[in-house]
């Protein structure tokens, strides 16, 4: 493949496998990853989409035991969930691809090889939290106590949920096996460590000197936190029998594997080397040709592994690997006021929500779009998922289209008019929609989704209000009627082409019904649709939302409550 400069690797962060996606993962990460790279792609980049389940680490052997399975039966059952929820909700990944599979293993096996053999990780015999009953050592989410920064009773050992704090086990006060409920005792055990602490001044120059003014407040300062701390050496391997297991010739023992936060990033290229392999292509275009963009979208409690361990260890492992252009973290998504939580089953899941809201995958796109929380927590309520539907959706950009379709149908057959003179106004509106792709582009390449969002809706309500004003429908003289149909006509195949990114299947209904298709970005006109073009038969583009359908909700969460 020929080199460009139009190269970008944009991943959206490995979803656990040990449940379904719900709205803080679609608002937080997958929906402005999926807007990017629709841009992207409609602005004729070469860009690949990458993802894939993470299927390892403790919580996939937690769930096992909850649901009395195996871990592989887990990971099977949540990999399909989850991969048919981001079809559903319009989200193409070039690759969606699993790290349970073969080449994963291959390729993260190698990682830790490679540094292996460059005496870059190092072993170390150190006294680690047991489970006497269950005699089983306690990694990560084994464990849990109380938080040191918080306070709060249930915090796991590789994280407080409740404050985002990333943990040791050792951090925790008043620790407790989450296995057996017993208090753990102290066990030396032997473990591969990564010295992180020998690249703490790869990273300050990295992070704080080349990224300090064109990175997220948010992800540029949790990074600073712990590089101001001190990088510590970091264990790579874990005492668990689910997992990617350390070749005995390294280690002389059984039952270790690598831990998930080691091997789980690598997923990205093994994901990007799956799908290269498919497509006959050279992958390293995608991960080692220096002026290829890479672009992660992630979880708020993702940043320290990938801008702190995952850019470490490809430094370490010095194979002209590129290192992340932009690491972007939204805030936290709470649903009814109260922060999400997996664990509790306090969460809209998005293959739920599908059966509720059958065809309305937009409207909920729209409104976690609408309410993402790209700079502070926010919040989601259904009372307002069913006013902002019922108002902006149906009542603003459905009826704006709705009105323009059965007018141009009425006095003219479906045929776009022939416009007559434009007033002065209309001159202005003709002006200013033409540049309306330029401004909604330069937010989604600023990464400023919500106001991307908020532009283009600026469009439809520019339409509605003058398509009210003017009133086409008491005019007499028809040249006057055509020329307004026209003007409408106009903001509604700039909508249509517009809409893509944030409401795809909005926009492919749309583009259908005038008989349109998607252009690129920069071809994307004022006047879209040119007189003489016959339209197709109009259709609603929006459902209301009803009180009983809410209500529903409702006793749903009330019942989980209980």
Request: hydrophobic letters at 35%; a positive charge; charged letters at 25%.
């Amino acid at each position: 493949m020929k080199k460009s400069n139009k190269y970008y690797t944009v991943t959206a962060a490995l979803p656990y496998a040990n449940g379904p996606i719900h709205i803080g993962h679609l608002s937080g990460v997958y929906f402005p990853a999926d807007i990017f790279v629709r841009y992207l792609r409609r602005n004729e980049k070469n860009v690949i989409f990458i993802c894939g389940s993470d299927e390892h680490g403790v919580p996939i052997a937690i769930q096992a035991k909850k649901e009395k399975k195996k871990p592989q039966e887990i990971v099977n059952k949540y990999h399909k969930m989850i991969k048919d929820c981001f079809i559903d909700f319009g989200i193409i990944f070039d690759n969606y691809s699993r790290t349970s599979s073969k080449i994963h293993y291959r390729i993260s096996t190698s990682f830790f090889k490679k540094l292996h053999v460059k005496k870059k990780i190092f072993e170390k015999i150190s006294n680690q939290y047991y489970d006497e009953k269950a005699k089983q050592f306690l990694a990560d989410r084994y464990i849990s106590g109380t938080c040191p920064n918080c306070q709060v009773l249930e915090a796991y050992g590789d994280q407080c949920e409740n404050c985002g704090t990333s943990l040791n086990p050792e951090d925790l006060i008043n620790p407790k096996s989450t296995l057996s409920g017993c208090i753990p005792i102290l066990k030396k055990t032997k473990h591969w460590y990564f010295p992180l602490d020998k690249y703490q001044k790869f990273l300050e120059k990295w992070i704080l000197t080349d990224h300090k003014k064109d990175w997220k407040i948010n992800v540029y300062g949790q990074v600073k936190s712990w590089l101001d701390q001190g990088l510590q050496p970091r264990a790579i391997t874990r005492d668990l029998n689910w997992g990617i297991p350390i070749p005995y010739s390294l280690m002389k023992e059984r039952g270790k594997v690598l831990y998930v936060w080691f091997e789980a990033p690598i997923g990205y290229i093994s994901s990007t080397i799956e799908w290269a392999k498919q497509k006959k292509v050279d992958w390293k275009l995608y991960w080692k040709y220096k002026k290829t963009k890479l672009i992660q979208f992630i979880g708020k409690d993702n940043i320290v592994f990938h801008c702190i361990i995952f850019p470490a260890i490809l430094k370490a492992h010095n194979s002209g690997y590129i290192l992340p252009d932009k690491v972007l973290a939204n805030e936290f998504l709470h649903l009814e006021n109260k922060k999400i939580s997996t664990s509790k089953n306090w969460a809209v899941w998005g293959h739920e929500y599908l059966k509720d809201f059958p065809n309305q995958q937009d409207s909920l796109r729209y409104i976690l779009i609408a309410n993402m929380p790209e700079k502070k927590d926010n919040n989601f309520n259904w009372k307002d998922f069913q006013r902002r539907n019922n108002t902006e959706l149906v009542s603003i950009f459905g009826n704006f289209v709705n009105r323009s379709l059965t007018l141009v149908k009425k006095y003219n057959n479906g045929i776009v008019p022939n416009p007559g003179i434009f007033s002065t106004r209309e001159k202005k509106i003709l002006d200013k929609i033409k540049n309306y792709p330029q401004y909604i582009g330069d937010l989604i390449e600023s990464y400023k989704f919500k106001e991307s969002l908020s532009c283009f809706m600026s469009l439809a309500k520019l339409g509605n209000k003058y398509l009210t004003e003017e009133e086409p429908w008491k005019k007499k003289e028809k040249k006057r009627v055509d020329t307004i149909i026209y003007i409408s006509l106009q903001i509604v195949g700039m909508l249509a082409q517009l809409a893509e990114p944030f409401l795809p299947y909005t926009s492919e209904k749309l583009l259908n019904i005038l008989r349109l298709k998607t252009v690129f970005w920069n071809q994307i006109k004022e006047k879209t649709l040119c007189p003489g073009h016959l339209l197709g038969d109009s259709k609603f583009l929006f459902e209301k939302i009803t009180n009983e359908s809410i209500e529903k909700q409702f006793k749903k969460l009330k019942k989980i409550q209980n």
